[in-house]
């Protein structure tokens, strides 16, 4: 039986898709982390995200979704945010 293969997330977009479930199924922070399984602390960190700037974010969602290499990490978003500009450089295939 074959190892089955790891796909990476896009931190940004995980982050609207939980976003949009707490909307969907009107539920806060404490219930989304309880159902699944992680602190209240997580879920604000990954909602966090969606605060980042504009141009961070447009080019965040750019690189689309389910990698098959870790090509952005959530530590390399945050500093995005905060540095001058903005901007990130992802890692390239």
Request: overall charge positive.
């Amino acid at each position: 039986m074959s190892k089955p293969t790891k796909v990476f997330r896009n931190p940004l977009l995980y982050a609207r898709e939980l976003h949009d479930r707490m909307l969907a199924e009107g539920i806060n922070r404490a219930e989304l982390a309880r159902r699944l399984g992680v602190s209240r602390a997580r879920i604000t960190q990954w909602l966090d995200l969606l605060e980042l700037p504009e141009r961070v974010l447009r080019e965040t969602e750019a690189l689309g979704d389910n990698w098959e290499r870790q090509m952005l990490t959530e530590r390399a978003l945050r500093q995005a945010g905060r540095a001058q500009g903005g901007g990130f450089t992802a890692s390239r295939p």
